[in-house]
């Protein structure tokens, strides 16, 4: 059987086939398509139920390879042993749009110049529009040691479907020493998950009598507790009352696990290290852009989708979109920004098809509901330029239990019955939430 790391980088070679499900005939018999999106995340189903209410069914396909779609936000009370990696877990059949054409191929290159992309089969597929979705890369091979320690106990990262359980279980036979969370030295898809965590378990080795013997401590790259001050003020006062120890500026280099050591790196004197001993450890890995996007024209300098902040249309190829983790945008990648990029992105592709200048502009918006227990959140809204961009008429900086309701129960189900069916999102997704009704 193979191992849970081999897994974790097989989970997407999908053999090459279209859905039947979703399409009345091969890729190979028709090549072409008014709109074509790459990619079956949140941001390619939703963009796809949206573009099929403005295309037409037959004129629209999703090149997607995984059999599987996840709510990953979620993951972090999978983690925390609080949800089921079954709950996060869809047939990608059953979130398909229907009538959509459903490519069931990875996207292997992508020719904007020519309007077409090759799959991983060699055909060639053209489009008169195109909308990337691929997310990010996570890139667990970058840090020395950590592919062959996610082979071993006491590891695990709750961004991976093949290794969140495994926080649960490390988390659940811990016995005493230290328990480290890291944070790494690149732009991550939901920069509060990584201090969710240690939160997380701090509350649960309070409940089982076992914090006393625990050092709970997280060590971040970046030189501030959060982004931005309102709520970084909050997390502090959390981080001082529960003892937790934060080290800024350390970076996870290697990972030892035959001796249960983990070693950073001092960011700010590089030529340091500090070797920290654990009973846990939960690994935020590197990430970096797709690297299709990355071997693409389509690519900025640093390998993302060039897309212009406000309209969301490609910056060099007019006929070219992009959402979520794939693109350049300068705010947080988060789903919540999906759900705000996603209204934006069905209406500038409208005005374009009239010939129309797009009327409205994507301000940032983006949302991280930082769980800060088993039962609180604190809800951080805010906005491209890092300012405050909240929904409810309260002082969203405090730790509530109803946020911790909405994030556990109310947004999956809108997730699964709203943004995925292009019918929730736009700038500030929980106003919307209000508007249906949780005034």
Not at 85 to 105: C, D, E, H, N, Y
Not at 220 to 240: E, R
Not at 266 to 276: A, G, Q, R, S, W
Request: one cysteine or more; a positive charge; glycine letters at 8%.
């Amino acid at each position: 059987m193979a191992s849970s790391w081999r897994r974790l980088r097989l989970c997407h070679s999908t053999g090459v086939a279209i859905s039947h499900l979703h399409t009345s005939s091969r890729a190979s018999a028709k090549q072409h398509y008014k709109m074509l999106v790459l990619g079956g995340g949140s941001g390619g189903i939703c963009m796809s139920a949206r573009m099929k209410r403005m295309f037409g069914a037959d004129n629209v396909a999703v090149v997607e390879p995984s059999e599987v779609h996840y709510y990953q936000p979620i993951w972090t009370l999978v983690g925390a042993g609080a949800k089921t990696v079954a709950s996060s877990a869809r047939p990608t059949a059953s979130v398909m749009p229907s009538g959509v054409k459903w490519v069931k191929s990875k996207v292997q290159e992508i020719h904007p110049d020519k309007n077409s992309v090759l799959i991983d089969d060699g055909t060639e597929i053209s489009y008169e529009y195109l909308i990337v979705a691929l997310g990010l890369q996570l890139h667990y091979e970058k840090i020395k040691g950590l592919p062959e320690a996610l082979e071993h106990p006491k590891i695990g990262s709750n961004y991976s479907v093949q290794t969140v359980e495994k926080t649960w279980k490390a988390l659940q036979n811990f016995k005493e020493g230290n328990a480290v969370f890291t944070f790494p030295n690149t732009p991550v898809k939901c920069a509060g998950a990584p201090q969710k965590i240690m939160y997380l378990s701090d509350a649960y080795l309070r409940k089982t009598g076992k914090r006393a013997k625990a050092n709970v401590i997280y060590n971040t790259s970046l030189p501030v507790l959060f982004g931005i001050k309102k709520y970084a003020d909050t997390l502090w006062d959390i981080v001082k009352t529960r003892d937790l120890q934060v080290n800024l500026r350390h970076n996870l280099i290697e990972v030892r696990p035959d001796k249960q050591e983990a070693v950073f790196e001092n960011l700010d004197k590089p030529e340091e290290t500090k070797v920290f001993e654990y009973e846990m450890l939960h690994v935020t890995p590197p990430m970096g852009p797709s690297l299709v996007v990355k071997g693409s024209p389509l690519a900025d300098e640093n390998g993302w989708l060039d897309l212009n902040k406000e309209t969301l249309q490609h910056n060099k190829y007019q006929n070219v979109f992009g959402i979520g983790d794939c693109t350049n945008l300068p705010t947080a990648k988060t789903g919540a920004a999906v759900a705000a990029q996603s209204a934006i992105l069905n209406r500038t592709i409208g005005k374009l098809l009239k010939n129309q200048k797009p009327d409205k502009k994507y301000d940032g918006y983006t949302s991280c509901p930082l769980v800060t227990s088993y039962n609180t959140v604190v809800l951080a809204e805010f906005d491209y330029n890092g300012q405050p961009l909240e929904t409810f008429p309260i002082n969203q900086a405090k730790e509530r239990r109803l946020m911790y309701y909405m994030k556990a129960d109310v947004m999956p189900h809108l997730y699964w019955h709203g943004l995925l069916r292009g019918l929730w999102g736009g700038p500030g997704p929980y106003r919307k939430l209000l508007h249906l009704g949780m005034k």
